[in-house]
């Protein structure tokens, strides 16, 4: 069975600095992965999605996640961080053989003026 | 317009009550999900249905009864909740394995 582990829970960063949200995975193959977001109140919507190829992925909102399969990681970034991205992001990993889709926890980003 | 629809966007609901959430997809998917939502918990797989067929019964109790009459409509029944059952209730849609799309969601309060 895959699983997802976000290691941070709660992330502050200041207006304009760099953001980089971590996400390890664990399955057996070479998984699906994704990175989505959640404003409060709302539902999730995808920022960007690997499935095979190119391992550096770009994403809507300026962001991008890079997929390490030496590291089972999948780690998302954006160079220059407005405060419209304070939200809650979620890492997830599809399986290619059924239609489970795991989450994980969840980071908080918090962006400061 | 998000291509997934949910409502109601908020229920409150006692224990003893009888309540179905509605969900529908404009996108043409063949693959419709359940997840639940809950404070400080990772989203939770509730439900799977592949062109109408449950393919996926995540352990869930027999007091929440899912229905997918056809590809663009899912349902999901609720009786005799409890009040650990209050969550967001997400709906989402997929074409095959691809990415899903979410619905904005259900907030269910049970009192």
């Known amino acids: 069975a895959q699983s997802v582990t976000q290691p941070d829970i709660h992330i502050t960063v200041s207006e304009g600095a760099s953001l980089e949200l971590r996400c390890n995975y664990s399955y057996g193959a070479t998984p699906y992965l994704f990175w989505y977001v959640q404003s409060p109140g709302q539902g999730l919507q995808l920022l960007l999605k690997y499935f095979s190829g190119d391992t550096l992925v770009q994403g809507i909102k300026g962001f991008e996640a890079e997929f390490k399969r030496s590291q089972s990681s999948f780690n998302l970034r954006k160079p220059s961080v407005h405060w419209s991205d304070a939200a809650e992001y979620f890492c997830?990993?599809?399986?290619?053989?059924?239609?489970?889709?795991?989450f994980g926890a969840g980071t908080t980003v918090t962006v400061r003026a | 317009e998000t291509g997934v629809t949910q409502t109601p966007r908020h229920l409150v609901m006692g224990m003893t009550n009888k309540k179905s959430l509605k969900c529908e997809q404009h996108?043409?998917?063949?693959?419709m999900y359940w997840y639940k939502q809950s404070a400080k918990k990772p989203l939770e797989l509730m439900f799977v249905?592949?062109?109408?067929?449950?393919?996926e019964n995540n352990s869930v109790p027999s007091r929440f009864s899912p229905e997918c009459p056809n590809s663009s409509h899912l349902f999901l029944h609720l009786h005799t909740l409890q009040p650990e059952d209050s969550a967001l209730y997400l709906c989402?849609?997929?074409?095959?394995?691809?990415?899903?799309?979410f619905g904005q969601g259900t907030r269910l309060t049970v009192v």
């Open positions: 996108l043409g998917h063949n693959a």
């Open positions: 989402a849609s997929s074409q095959n394995r691809a990415e899903a799309f």
């Open positions: 249905y592949n062109f109408k067929e449950q393919t």
């Open positions: 997830a990993v599809g399986s290619t053989n059924d239609y489970k889709l795991s």
